[in-house]
């Protein structure tokens, strides 16, 4: 059985950051790795679900919303996957930062929180969201400039 090209990254090397996980013809999937793996903190589940609400309803109807294919949490909870189409990895990086910011002002019920719109919709906590993407954005924006590589790829 062949490896997925997830579990060839040496996890014990990610930091928080965003990351090219991989490209498949012109989709490339974004590891958006909000946590350091492997280290006993991890998001609960109503923080991972209620940023998924909110990161994939902002993120879909941005600029690139047409070529957003998903954006879903890892398993792991470490995280999430971006998979977009066609579009430059900067303009993902700025787009994820705007989404972070929109998601740190947004006031006001979190999307899709309806018995209606969600499976699970007891389950959301918008103050939650709020601080794990102004973590997670304060360590973005704490690396200077982003060269989408996992430790180890980067040429030294």
Do not use: Q
Request: one cysteine or more; charged letters at 30%; hydrophobic letters at 35%.
């Amino acid at each position: 059985m062949n490896r997925i090209t997830s579990f060839s990254v040496d996890h014990d090397f990610i930091e928080p950051g965003i990351y090219i996980s991989r490209v498949d013809g012109d989709i490339t999937t974004f590891d958006m790795r909000t946590r350091k793996p492997n280290a006993g903190d991890y998001m609960d589940n109503i923080t991972m679900h209620t940023v998924e609400h909110m990161f994939a309803t902002y993120v879909r109807n941005s600029d690139i919303g047409d070529s957003v294919i998903y954006f879903g949490p890892m398993g792991c909870r470490t995280g999430f996957y971006l998979l977009t189409r066609g579009v430059e990895p900067d303009t993902v990086r700025r787009v994820v930062f705007e989404t972070l910011e929109k998601i740190i002002a947004h006031e006001g019920e979190v999307f899709g929180a309806s018995r209606k719109e969600c499976g699970n919709y007891l389950e959301l906590d918008l103050e939650s969201a709020k601080i794990e993407c102004r973590k997670y954005l304060g360590a973005l924006k704490s690396y200077g400039e982003i060269d989408f590589k996992y430790p180890g790829e980067r040429s030294e």
